[in-house]
């Protein structure tokens, strides 16, 4: 099983980036997919996440309205668009998949396996 995310980067306030979070050696659409992060110094938190059926998104406060996330079951991929970046936003983004839950957890103990991580820096 391997989880490979990607599309971090170093970009100016307000700027957009696209992370992508490719799942193999998974039938993918067992699975839930979400996206935390973590910053120096702080625990790994919750930001968006879309269930195993494509049906259910969740979203943490700090990032509704930016932040949409969406899964291409074809391409084994998910993928968040994020707007509007803050200096806030900077971090380690990590994407996580879980089984057998009917919407997305925002606990990090249900998750099942993850990636390597992706840095995002936002500078004002």
């Known amino acids: 099983v391997q989880l490979q995310a990607s599309g971090g980067g170093s970009v100016q306030a307000g700027a957009s980036l696209r992370l992508s979070c490719t799942v193999s050696?998974?039938?993918?659409?067992?699975?839930?997919v979400a996206w935390f992060r973590q910053a120096p110094g702080k625990e790994r938190t919750f930001v968006i996440g879309v269930s195993s059926s494509g049906m259910s998104t969740r979203y943490a406060e700090s990032v509704k309205g930016r932040f949409t996330i969406s899964r291409d079951n074809a391409k084994n991929t998910v993928y968040v668009q994020m707007n509007d970046l803050k200096p806030e936003d900077s971090a380690v983004y990590y994407c996580a998949d879980t089984r057998g839950m009917t919407g997305v957890p925002i606990v990090t103990a249900y998750y099942d396996d993850w990636g390597q991580g992706t840095q995002v820096t936002v500078s004002s």
């Open positions: 050696g998974r039938t993918f659409t067992n699975y839930a």
